[in-house]
């Protein structure tokens, strides 16, 4: 069955790094992987979504690209801020199954000054 | 744009005992979903339902019943509470042609005393 693998749950980093999240995926058909953030006493929300043309989604200086050779789409940005530090989840949802989606256990990012 | 309202925000109950958590959206979205959110342990899916009347066991259904009442509201119902079930319920809904893009509610707290 379809599955999301996050290897970090907490990843500490300093204001102005560059921030790396992983993401993993097992699928059977066609995958359409999302990033969610979730801020403390939040609902998730949608960070990014993968296009099925290949291009780099971006949004809010992250960005992240499917290698389906690799089964991955790892979250990036080049400069962390402060307002970044929240809970990320990886989700994989397969089209051509209309399966609900499938997260993986999720990464805290928390950015220091 | 539209909301999703989950009641009660926080739901306190006593072990053995059938405990319900509602979720209302006026998205006008088809597809409706049940996550239970435990820390570390990502967002696992409970029940999906991909329409009025339709009801899809997720991977943690067991313990649990859904009802879809009509296309804005989708209940959950756990039938006999146990302390280690005490977590963060997530309901969310989904547009179609959107690759189940999720849009979520704010969550309800179960507590079992």
């Known amino acids: 069955g379809d599955s999301v693998t996050q290897t970090e749950g907490l990843v500490t980093l300093t204001e102005g790094l560059p921030v790396m999240l992983n993401c993993t995926y097992q699928?059977?058909?066609?995958?359409?992987l999302f990033w969610y953030v979730q801020h403390l006493n939040e609902a998730p929300k949608l960070l990014l979504k993968?296009?099925?043309?290949?291009k780099r989604p971006e949004h809010q200086g992250f960005h992240a690209t499917l290698h389906k050779s690799s089964s991955s789409f790892h979250l990036q940005k080049s400069s962390a801020q402060l307002s970044d530090s929240a809970l990320y989840y990886c989700?994989?949802?397969?089209?051509?199954?209309?399966?609900?989606?499938?997260f993986g256990a999720g990464t805290k990012l928390s950015v220091k000054p | 744009g539209g909301i999703i309202t989950q009641t009660p925000k926080f739901l306190i109950g006593q072990e053995g005992q059938k405990l319900t958590l509602k979720c209302q959206q006026n998205?006008?979205?088809?597809?409706m979903y049940w996550y239970r959110q435990d820390s570390g342990k990502g967002l696992r899916l409970i029940y999906y339902?991909?329409?009025?009347?339709?009801?899809q066991k997720g991977d943690l259904s067991e313990g649990y019943d859904a009802s879809r009442e009509k296309k804005s509201s989708f209940s959950l119902t756990v039938t006999s509470a146990q302390k280690n079930e005490m977590a963060v319920f997530l309901c969310?809904?989904?547009?179609?042609?959107?690759?189940?893009?999720?849009?979520f509610g704010e969550g309800s707290r179960l507590i079992v005393v």
């Open positions: 699928s059977t058909y066609s995958p359409f």
């Open positions: 989700a994989l949802s397969d089209l051509n199954n209309n399966n609900a989606p499938r």
């Open positions: 993968s296009f099925t043309d290949n």
């Open positions: 998205f006008n979205h088809d597809t």
């Open positions: 969310a809904s989904s547009p179609k042609g959107s690759g189940n893009t999720l849009y």
């Open positions: 339902s991909i329409t009025e009347n339709d009801l």
